[in-house]
Structures are given as structure tokens and as C-alpha cells.
């Protein structure tokens, strides 16, 4: 398994090429829609960054652990706002597999969205759908900073089968997590 360890700084920096792109396309949304959980760190700063007040959230469950999904896509926390007439700006961290990212589009289509556009931190090269602006491709598991506590869980669930604590411990080594957080979890 390969995996891309992202910063805070490295955050920031592809939040800023990801706004560049929305204000070079000459693309003002109204409503920026955060698809929960990863969504919410880049729409939060995103808005920031385009100036939008109005954040919104669909809560949507896919992924069940790392590498792992649902059959598909469910909502599980609707959208709450009225989207009838205005444009929008969906904002997810990556679009994997894009099934979600579909799913979300859907719903805010079905709230009557005069415009809608997608935003990603990273885009997959299978992703179902391209989102409008994205910062970077990516082919690796993308570890964001505000999950890494919940990737090495999974990962230790995952890697207990096939070994004792400490060939777990040193394989999450070898993926790249530092010793001082893996201190905390084994």
C-alpha cells in the first residue's frame, strides 16, 4: 500500500491553489457545500479564501476503514438550506472513487442549484467525475492531517491479522507514520 502523508502547511498551500483556480475561472459561488467528514477543513478555508460566509454540510458515509467502502455512497446528514436559484460550490478533500462526490451533486441539483461546481484537494486518476478544480492528482492513499489518528486505527485493525504488535508497528513505520503518534496508539 502506498500512502501520501499531507502537512498542515501542505493544507494551506493546496486549499490556496484550489482558490486560485475557483477566482481564475471567474466562478462566485453562494453557497459553499461541505461533504462530511473531509470536506469540512477545506470548505471552511476555502470560503476563507474566495470570501463566502455561508457554509453548508451533506453528511455522507462511504469509506468503512482505509481502502474499504460501503456498496455505495449513503447520506446520513441531508442538506438543511435553501440551494433554489443560487450557485454552488461542492467541497470534498478528494475524489477517490467520485461516487460521493456524484451523490452530492445529485442532491444539490435536486435543490434546485442555478450553478454547481466541485472542489477537491486531490483528484484520483479513476475517479468517476473530475471535479471543476482540484490542486494535484494523486494515486496513493492521501493521509490528511485532521485523519491520521483514524488511518492508523484502521491500519492496526487491518495489519493485527497478519502479525504481532510490533511487525504492525513497524510496517506503519514503513507506510510512513511518525513513531511519536504511533506512541499514543500502541
Known amino acids: 500500500m502506498k500512502f501520501l502523508h499531507i502537512t498542515w ?3 494551506q498551500r493546496l486549499c490556496k491553489v484550489v482558490a486560485n483556480k475557483v477566482v481564475k475561472a471567474n466562478y462566485r459561488p453562494e453557497i459553499v457545500v461541505a461533504i462530511s467528514r473531509g470536506g469540512f477543513p477545506p470548505a471552511r ?3 476563507d ?3 463566502i460566509k455561508v457554509l453548508a454540510s451533506l453528511g455522507i458515509e462511504y469509506y468503512t476503514s482505509v481502502t474499504k467502502t460501503k456498496k455505495r455512497p449513503e447520506i446520513i446528514y441531508p442538506l438543511n438550506i435553501d440551494l433554489r436559484g443560487k450557485k454552488i460550490l461542492i467541497v470534498d478533500d478528494i475524489a477517490d472513487t467520485g ?4 451523490l452530492a451533486r445529485d442532491q444539490v441539483l435536486k435543490g434546485e442549484a442555478s450553478r454547481v ?3 477537491t484537494l486531490h483528484c484520483k486518476p479513476w475517479s468517476v467525475v473530475k471535479p471543476d478544480f482540484y490542486a494535484e492528482t494523486a494515486d496513493a492513499w ?3 492531517p485532521w485523519e491520521v489518528m483514524e488511518t492508523i486505527k484502521s491500519l492496526i485493525i487491518k495489519l493485527k491479522n497478519e502479525g504481532n504488535i510490533a511487525k504492525v508497528k513497524k510496517q506503519l513505520l514503513n507506510f510512513g507514520f511518525k513513531e511519536k503518534t504511533l506512541k499514543d496508539l500502541i
Open 45 to 47: 478555508v476555502l470560503c
Open 142 to 144: 492521501v493521509v490528511y
Open 49 to 51: 479564501f474566495i470570501g
Open 99 to 102: 461516487h460521493s462526490m456524484v
Open 117 to 119: 461546481k466541485m472542489a
Open 9 to 11: 502547511d501542505d493544507f
